[in-house]
């Protein structure tokens, strides 16, 4: 069925800076696509926004950072919601589904420091400073002499938090910084061979009520299908995996030429015990690919790693 265009849409959206930057993005992306739309962007607070003083993962995760805009939706309050992908859960609530991936940002992890050019530089005893298990485990494995306490709060935020000195370093995501125009912030990229990125990150997905197929049909076109398959491949083996911010897990798929490279890697939140694989293939078979890395992860004893996270998680 051919549906006639849109003329009012309500995009839910966080109220951080990033969040609001990423929604008249894709405000603006559906008003070239559709200029007699009236679009509206409707601020919400999320519970994962309000909770600071304790580590996601031992708070409920990501899911934390998208409730309040499916209940929105659900009360017909707002049309579609604007996510940061890594932070939408790898099953999302019965009766919502993803209508597009929009074409990733730089997808690396960023050193940031107003006196360090990089890891390598922070003297033994330095604090680091980083909200994501997968970020601590990495940099635990390369760099033990680190201390590394979590940081929690937006962009803003954390950025404040290094300025007052309560860090050495802070580790954020590239993408972020880049959207927001703070792209002089960062003193280095880390390489995906030293700091292998999150499932989604640097990716932006638009989730609607899945009883709303004229809005999968609106939206489209803001469907970027190497960025979708390779974020696919990511999720399914974070989902493989009960993938969320309460396991140190990456997933990262490159796709060039329709040929698609995924790594992926587990690990103990101290860095001591870590399992990785890697698998190349076509871009199409992007769900055949991630389950050779679970395979191969779980060849490694993959699953006494995620056994020994959850002991160092919760203690």
């Known amino acids: 069925m051919k549906y006639s265009p849109p003329t009012k849409l309500i995009i839910a959206s966080r109220e951080s800076r990033l969040a609001m930057w990423q ?3 894709v405000r603006d992306r559906l008003a070239a696509l559709y200029p007699a739309c009236e679009i509206e962007i409707l601020g919400m607070t999320t519970r994962g926004d309000q909770i600071l003083d304790r580590a996601l993962s031992k708070v409920g995760g990501k899911g934390l950072f998208v409730k ?16 940061s992908l890594k932070d939408v859960p790898m099953d999302l609530p ?13 997808p690396r992890d960023a050193f940031v420091s107003n006196e360090y050019s990089s890891l390598d530089e922070l003297p033994e005893g330095a604090i680091v400073g980083t909200s994501s298990l997968r970020r601590q485990a990495l940099i635990a494995a390369r760099f033990p002499h680190l201390v590394i306490h979590p940081l929690r709060g937006n962009l803003d935020t954390r950025l404040r938090k290094l300025d007052q000195g309560e860090y ?7 993408a972020g910084l880049k959207r927001l125009g703070l792209p002089e912030r960062i003193r280095a990229f880390l390489p995906a061979e030293q700091s292998l990125p999150a499932a989604g990150q640097g ?4 989730e609607i009520a ?11 076109p803001l469907d970027h299908l190497p960025t979708s398959q390779a974020v696919s491949a990511e999720r ?23 040929n698609m490279f995924l ?8 860095g001591l015990r870590v399992a990785s694989a890697e698998v190349h293939g076509k871009a199409d078979a992007y769900m055949e690919l991630g389950s050779q890395v679970v395979l191969a992860l779980a060849a490694q004893d993959a699953e006494s790693i995620l056994a020994v996270c959850k002991t160092q998680i919760t203690e």
């Open 168 to 174: 050495a370093a802070i580790i954020l995501a590239a």
């Open 236 to 258: 399914s083996v974070s989902k493989a995996f009960g993938g969320s911010c309460q396991i140190p897990l990456a997933a990262f798929a490159t796709v060039s030429d329709g």
């Open 94 to 106: 019965e009766g919502f589904s993803l209508a597009a991936i929009l074409e990733r940002e730089d």
């Open 23 to 25: 929604a008249e993005h």
């Open 263 to 270: 790594r992926a890697m587990v690990a103990t939140p101290d």
């Open 203 to 206: 990716a932006m997905a638009i």
């Open 68 to 83: 309040e805009l499916e209940v929105a939706m659900a009360e017909g309050r707002a049309d579609i919601a604007v996510h």
């Open 210 to 220: 899945s009883n709303r197929p004229e809005l999968m049909e609106w939206l489209a």
